[in-house]
């Protein structure tokens, strides 16, 4: 995902994360992108890119985007539930 700052944010997107500074954050800092299927892409940051920017919460989650629209900021589950935004990072 290369063209970020056009990002269209969907109402249930800006429901989960009422903070605009949270979702600015992770797009603009997003080192890891995995395809979640049906065309969508999950950002998210790394650890030591989170532990970097002085915050590792930011590494628990990821933004959701499908067809230049960002669907949702989603906590990284460990475990199976978290396991298709953790694999092929890429």
């Not at 605009?20 to 892409?41: F, K, P, W």
């Not at 933004?63 to 906590?75: D, F, H, Q, R, S």
């Amino acid at each position: 995902m290369d063209d970020r700052t056009n990002l269209s944010i969907s109402r249930h997107a800006a429901r989960r994360c009422g903070r605009r500074d949270m979702i600015g954050q992770l797009l603009d800092h997003a080192d890891r992108e995995t395809h979640v299927g049906g065309g969508a892409v999950a950002l998210s940051i790394s650890r030591r890119a989170a532990a970097a920017m002085g915050n590792p919460r930011f590494a628990r989650y990821a933004a959701v985007i499908t067809e230049g629209t960002l669907v949702t900021i989603l906590p990284i589950h460990d475990g199976p539930a978290g396991r298709r935004y953790r694999r092929g990072v890429k």
